[in-house]
């Protein structure tokens, strides 16, 4: 089937940055859209940003400015580049990517921590 692996995760200061990475790997024809959600303790999951086929891109209101989306096609990989990181960005992002392989579906990555702390 279709697997989704997150990597660039960890702790940083506020001020600073990361760079997420989610590749994807499997039975894949093409992928409609991928993206990246974040979960923060006691609150539910929320969309961060999201990149479609065409290159559109849609972000979280508190994140405009500051993250960047991006993907390489030819890798079925997607980065999320941090920028002037806050606390209030901790949280375990999420991949997500609609993918048409032996059918057209949803799949979700591990998670991995991001925390942004001094």
């Known amino acids: 089937q279709v697997q989704l692996v997150e990597s660039g995760g960890g702790l940083v200061q506020p001020g600073g940055s990361l760079r997420l990475s989610c590749s994807a790997s499997g039975i894949i024809f093409s992928i409609d859209t991928m993206g990246w959600y974040r979960q923060a303790p006691g609150k539910q999951r929320e969309l961060v940003a999201v990149i479609i086929s065409g290159g559109t891109t849609n972000y979280e209101d508190s994140v405009k400015g500051r993250f960047t989306i991006s993907r390489d096609n030819a890798k079925n990989t997607v980065y999320l580049q941090m920028n002037m990181l806050k606390p209030e960005d901790t949280a375990v992002y999420y991949c997500?990517?609609?993918?048409?392989?032996?059918?057209?579906?949803?799949?979700w990555g591990q998670g991995t921590q991001v925390t942004v702390s001094s």
């Open positions: 997500n990517a609609i993918i048409r392989g032996l059918g057209r579906r949803e799949f």
